[in-house]
């Protein structure tokens, strides 16, 4: 067993003295979904701190702590704060809780993100469903001794985001009538927001939104074979499509403006997710 997998077994132990809980979805709560917490009945929430060897989040406004609990009936583990590469954390740290929560159980990974739009038909509250991703300005979480007891070492990436999953989030959007956009997530590393150029690059490469999470941890927990679906929050243009300077507060507020038609997507995904 290599080191990596023991320090995540290490992890599912501490887990495991809190709790028995065995989610069959994991969401991750992007910006603006920070209070999704409510929308669950909760049976227990744990801090990341009281994890051994667990990563805690830096960023204002993140909440470091896993939310046990049911949304619809469904068993989930939801994060409420995640671990963001900038903050200069290695791959194996951002991507540690992932692996945890498939070994709690989790067999389905429900992205969400803040993102910027880069196709410039979207505007700012739109919500996206990710078809796939480009994580290449990213190292990949796999570099390094393969955990077999996860995956291959060369996974396939044909189909990361489960074509089940999409539709899903596609027929619930519609019966709550909320506008779904579709698209291409691109991962920068930031911290920093991208330079106009940047922005113009990511649509020649076929990106329609660009963010500073998601595209790893899609990577991480396809290469153990969960089923992944993502939805990203539009909460500005990025750079150089308005004219305006970003700063991570109105992103922030943008984001919170959306969020009541974001958790109720998020909510009724998750409904129909308990049929699977
Ligand atoms: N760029 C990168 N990440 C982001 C943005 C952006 O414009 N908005 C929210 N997250």
């Known amino acids: 067993m290599g080191r990596e997998y023991e320090r995540i077994l290490k992890c599912l132990e501490c887990v495991r003295a809190r709790t028995d809980f065995h989610p069959k979805a994991a969401l991750i709560l992007g910006s603006g979904l920070g209070d999704y917490g409510e929308s669950i009945q909760l049976e227990c929430t744990l801090d990341y701190s009281e994890i051994e060897g667990f990563p805690v ?3 204002p406004g993140h909440k470091g702590r896993f939310l ?10 939801a994060m409420q704060g995640r671990v963001h590469y900038y903050e200069g954390y290695p791959m194996a740290d951002v991507v540690l809780p992932i692996r945890l929560m498939k070994l709690m159980g989790a067999e389905i990974l429900f992205l969400t993100n803040a993102a910027g739009g880069v196709n410039e038909a979207f505007a700012p509250g739109d919500l996206m469903l990710i078809r796939d991703q480009i994580s290449d300005f990213v190292p990949s979480p796999l570099i390094g001794e393969n955990i077999e007891e996860f995956g291959p070492r060369f996974p396939d990436m044909s189909h990361i985001y489960d074509e089940n999953l999409q539709e899903i989030l596609r027929s619930g959007a519609a019966e709550l009538g909320i506008p779904l956009r579709e698209g291409i997530y691109l991962q920068f590393t930031g911290p920093n927001y991208e330079s106009p150029a940047e922005i113009r690059m990511s649509r020649i490469l076929g990106a329609d939104a660009v963010g500073m999470s998601t595209a790893c941890e899609a990577v991480a927990a396809n290469h153990m074979g969960m089923k992944i679906c993502g939805i990203s ?12 300077p970003l700063n991570h507060t109105e992103v922030q507020e943008a984001a919170d403006r959306a969020a009541p038609l974001f958790k109720k997507l998020v909510t009724e995904s998750i409904r129909r997710m308990g049929a699977l």
């Open 57 to 59: 989040s830096t960023v």
């Open 68 to 77: 046990f609990g049911y949304v619809a009936g469904v068993p989930i583990v």
């Open 233 to 244: 929050c539009i909460s500005n243009m990025a750079a150089g499509i308005s004219q305006k």
